[in-house]
């Protein structure tokens, strides 16, 4: 395997970001990387980069599933441009693909480009395919931070969650709106474009089950289609993991 770590001087992040990039060896032998789909692999609060390697198994399901992955080191951004911090969205969904399609060609087509992510990351990936629904053909989150912006609200004004209120600020402007997941899914539907493939997990134990299972009503309010995964998981790696390869066997066929 190529297991390649870029250290990426961005103009919207102040240090140089480290991102992990993944490439079974057979793909880079057979000549295939730019035939390859690719997943970004988001991590969670307090992860980084190296999360996924450490924790599960994800490296070995590349090899299996022929994948390539991408882990960025995202810090507790929430995958936005901070509201007191920096500029992580638009590194994420514009330079970094760039960057990555101009060094090592990896393909950047709708129909190779994939998303998934745990906890934080679940709503990384949902905040970045839905903002940008042409660019990623299907979004996996395991037991997201699915929360609508309200719910965040109520967090930073009641739990004293200053780490939602460093990437969030105070959610009252309405730019904010681009922040919640529930209004980005609307603003598809209006806008009558296509929504990735939707492919939520989360555990029953798990502390984030009912917010994962208040989007999923909302999904299923708005005739939206969509596969939803639950068990008798908690907010770990131990469900993570099969979810992982679970969905890498979907999207590899």
Not at 5 to 27: E, G, R, V
């Amino acid at each position: 395997m190529a297991k390649l770590i870029f250290k990426i001087n961005s103009k919207y992040i102040d240090s140089p970001n480290s991102t992990i990039i993944y490439i079974p060896d057979k793909l880079i032998r057979k000549g295939m990387v730019e035939k390859s789909k690719v997943v970004y692999m988001l991590h969670g609060k307090n992860g980084d980069e190296e999360s996924f390697g450490d924790y599960s198994n994800a490296y070995n399901y590349a090899d299996k599933y022929s994948l390539i992955l991408v882990i960025p080191s995202m810090a507790n951004s929430f995958y936005l441009n901070m509201e007191h911090g920096m500029r992580y969205f638009d590194y994420l969904s514009e330079e970094l693909p760039l960057y990555l399609s101009n060094t090592l060609r990896l393909n950047s087509q709708k129909e190779y480009n994939f998303l998934l992510g745990y906890s934080m990351g679940g709503f990384g990936a949902l905040k970045l395919g839905l903002t940008n629904p042409d660019k990623y053909k299907g979004i996996c989150s395991l037991s997201g931070s699915l929360r609508s912006l309200a719910d965040t609200k109520y967090k930073i004004e009641h739990e004293n969650r200053m780490d939602l209120k460093l990437a969030f600020g105070d959610c009252n402007d309405k730019v904010y709106e681009e922040n919640d997941i529930y209004y980005l899914t609307n603003k598809i539907l209006y806008e009558k474009k296509t929504l990735p493939e939707l492919d939520i997990y989360c555990g029953r134990k798990d502390s984030l089950y009912e917010v994962n299972k208040r989007y999923i009503n909302f999904l299923e309010d708005k005739g939206i289609r969509f596969n939803f995964t639950e068990d008798e998981g908690q907010h770990s790696f131990d469900s993570w993991d099969k979810e992982i390869e679970r969905y890498f066997r979907l999207i590899s066929k």
